[in-house]
């Protein structure tokens, strides 16, 4: 039985980049107003997750690497089905714990004492008093260890690194009040300063270079929308905001279009289309801008269910969110002079 919930556990756990998603979420959810994320050998070797939030009890901790229901990850049918949809709720601790060993360093707020705990393989193999300020640290080492056939699907370390990269800055820049940090082989990659906004979470992302060139879209952007736009607004319900960069500052990879919607990082061709749209020819053959769209849109037009993992996001109404994203780009890069 352990072993079909390892190798159910490696479907979930696709790559590091899963595993500091999850880890990422736990630590905002745990009210953290700071997260370090440290990497080694792209995320195989070590990922170390630590932030100074709520805290868990010696309690807490041994409840959190349970299974908490035990019906989810039973079965590997149920992993390309309704399963996946799940995610790892109530259990990424546990799934992580699976195909990794574990280290859980952790005290509550107000606690007296800090617990270490230590997993592998889904087995608790030792827990200690440890000293540490509130917070938790969360250590992963030798990923899929015991899982070689989802290691070997794994790319170079800078290919998961990469992937691992792309995740923290899409949570850094959805939640510019939280301090982030990156990490790889020991070299800073970025950090953010948790000053609240999110030019200055644009700055230390991507640097000054990009940030000095972003143009504000949206609610963001200077009063004096024309009509159309009011109309359109009322119409779909649908709100476009951000940033983007000015036509000549840009990349040659589309992977530096941000889009959230509904707060919620998604990947969407269609958001991604009507920016290459918008800039129309203003972009040289092959490149591609930044961008980081917030959009609001109605919750009963918007389906994220479609490829969970890939967090592909499918619109009830595509034409009307490619128009409202061509449009308030084009605007936004009219009203700077462009
Ligand atoms: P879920 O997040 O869906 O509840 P997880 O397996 O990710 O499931 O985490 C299990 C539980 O462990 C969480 O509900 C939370 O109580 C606790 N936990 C996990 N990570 C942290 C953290 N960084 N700080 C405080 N508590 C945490
Ligand atoms: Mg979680």
Do not use: C, W
């Not at 990850?73 to 699976?98: K, M, P, W």
């Not at 950090?191 to 949206?218: C, H, K, P």
């Not at 509904?262 to 801008?289: C, I, K, M, T, W």
């Amino acid at each position: 039985e352990k072993t079909v919930q390892r190798i159910a556990a490696g479907e979930v756990v696709e790559r590091p980049a899963s595993v500091v998603k999850e880890l990422v979420e736990n630590s905002l959810d745990a009210d953290a107003g700071r997260i370090s994320v440290r990497i080694d050998g792209g995320g195989t070797e070590k990922i170390v997750i630590e932030d100074d939030g709520i805290g868990m009890s010696e309690d807490d901790v041994q409840l959190a690497v349970e299974e908490h229901t035990t019906s989810k990850i039973r079965d590997i049918d149920d992993l390309e089905s309704g399963v996946a949809t799940l995610g790892f709720r109530g259990e990424a601790l546990y799934t992580i714990g699976a195909v990794a060993r574990l280290t859980i360093r952790t005290k509550a707020r107000g606690g007296e004492a800090g617990t270490e705990l230590r997993l592998v393989g889904g087995d608790v193999e030792e827990i200690k008093p440890a000293g540490r300020p509130a917070g938790t640290t969360v250590e992963v080492t030798d990923l899929f260890f015991n899982t070689p056939a989802r290691e070997k699907y794994l790319k170079t370390d800078s290919t998961e690194f990469s992937h691992v990269n792309r995740v923290v800055t899409q949570y850094a820049l959805a939640n510019p009040d939280v301090a982030f940090s990156l990490e790889h082989d020991g070299r800073e990659v970025f950090s953010t300063t948790g000053q609240g906004d999110l030019q200055s979470a644009i700055l230390s992302v991507y640097g000054r270079e990009v940030a000095t060139a972003m143009i504000a879209v949206g609610d963001e952007r200077s009063e004096g929308d024309d009509e159309r736009d009011t109309e359109d607004a009322e119409r779909t319900e649908l709100a476009v905001s951000g940033y983007v960069s000015h036509p000549e500052t840009t990349r040659s990879t589309r992977e530096y279009v941000a889009t959230y919607v509904n707060g919620r990082y998604v990947r969407s061709s269609v958001v991604r289309e009507a920016v290459l749209d918008a800039y129309g020819n203003q972009l040289a053959p092959d490149r591609y801008p930044f961008a980081v769209l917030f959009l609001s849109v109605p919750g009963d037009s918007v389906d994220v269910n479609v490829h969970p993992r890939k967090m592909e996001v499918r619109f009830g109404d595509e034409g009307t969110v490619r128009k409202a994203v061509r449009d308030s780009i084009e605007n936004a890069l009219l009203d700077d002079g462009l």
